[in-house]
């Protein structure tokens, strides 16, 4: 064998991988920085999916053209080739579930307002193409995949009975996000007492996120069967009311002009308060000790809430403080009286 013989094979290899090198580090650098330009986003994520592959498929390029230059037995030469072809369909298989889960998931991301932007869509994704290239992949080695199928399909009875539980779950992810009720970032709370943000819908659980901090991972099949309360639909404003009594000596006008004026106080100065909401203050009724009054503000999200009632309290105690304006006090909470003689003493 001649030394150009020895020598071209490794020359051709070294060279695609050069080339492979050039064209991600210098084209595809530039590529990305033209589509960071662009108002679309499907062209950053296919110019970033592409990182990495780019080189292998070079490289397994010029090996098969490095193939063309060597006498290899039948054998030999077939495996390398079976082997070669396997690895740039797995790999682009891989690029390609890649490229289309991220697609799926802006997709999603961008029409927020439909459907939520769940792990659920993506996993699904990414199933779906990587057994459409398995199924390449069985196909370019020999195997025939029309028996394959019709083995998977009777076995999907048995497969489907197997995994009950874990189908229910995907169908009923599948229907609480089509179905909208549910949304990324909303507060619901369930009829089991579980409650927090829905921090995600994937193809088992939902996960909520407490406002502990914790995270509740709740089963598809049980958040699609529950009543949920969901308090960022229609919108996440919401009433906050705030009920107290005073006592019967109080002037009412007094009462309902004060809790009015700090309630307006309240939502103007308290960050998730609604400035532009007109507080409603209503007298609820009457009961043997105290008038009712219940004061309504209104919040941006159901978190909001909390700071609103904490700063509203606050003021108006000290408010009716400086009125002169007797706040009902439970029988209980009431120091003992202390008898007139011990006064004396």
Do not use: C
Not at 19 to 32: K, N, T, W, Y
Not at 52 to 76: K, M, N, Q, S
Not at 122 to 139: E, K
Not at 237 to 252: I, M, N, Q, R, T
Request: hydrophobic share 50%; charged share 20%.
């Amino acid at each position: 064998m001649s030394w150009s013989a020895l020598v071209t094979p490794y020359a051709i290899i070294i060279g695609s991988a050069v080339a492979g090198l050039i064209f991600e580090r210098v084209i595809l650098v530039r590529l990305r920085g033209l589509a960071a330009h662009t108002r679309t986003e499907g062209d950053d994520i296919v110019a970033h999916g592409l990182q990495g592959a780019v080189l292998l498929w070079f490289v397994i390029i010029g090996i098969f053209a490095a193939l063309r230059t060597v006498e290899l037995g039948p054998e030999v030469e077939d495996f390398i080739s079976h082997f070669l072809r396997i690895n740039l369909i797995v790999s682009f298989t891989w690029v390609v579930m890649k490229i289309v889960a991220r697609l799926v998931g802006a997709y999603f991301r961008r029409h927020d307002g439909v459907l939520a932007s769940t792990t659920i869509f993506t996993n699904l994704t990414r199933i779906l193409v990587g057994s459409i290239g398995g199924l390449v992949v069985l196909q370019s080695i020999g195997v025939p995949i029309t028996p394959v199928l019709t083995t998977l399909g009777i076995g999907g009875l048995a497969v489907a009975l197997a995994l009950q539980d874990t189908l229910s779950n995907i169908f009923a992810g599948i229907y609480i996000i089509v179905s909208n009720k549910i949304r990324l970032g909303d507060y619901v709370r369930l009829a089991t007492g579980e409650e927090g943000f829905v921090h995600d819908i994937n193809w088992r659980n939902t996960t909520i996120r407490a406002l502990t901090n914790n995270m509740v991972i709740v089963p598809n099949a049980t958040v699609a069967s529950a009543v949920v309360t969901n308090y960022s639909l229609p919108a996440p404003e919401l009433a906050v009311p705030v009920s107290f009594g005073v006592s019967y000596d109080s002037d009412l006008d007094q009462v309902e002009a004060a809790a009015r004026e700090v309630a307006r106080e309240v939502m103007r100065e308290v960050e998730g308060g609604l400035p532009e909401f007109e507080p409603i203050v209503r007298f609820s009724g009457f009961s043997e000790t105290r008038v009712g009054v219940t004061v309504v503000m209104r919040a941006r999200q159901f978190t909001d809430q909390f700071q609103l009632t904490h700063e509203f309290v606050k003021r108006l105690h000290r408010r009716f403080r400086e009125e002169n304006i007797a706040l009902f006090i439970p029988l209980g909470a009431r120091p003992p009286a202390i008898p007139t003689d011990q006064k004396k003493g």
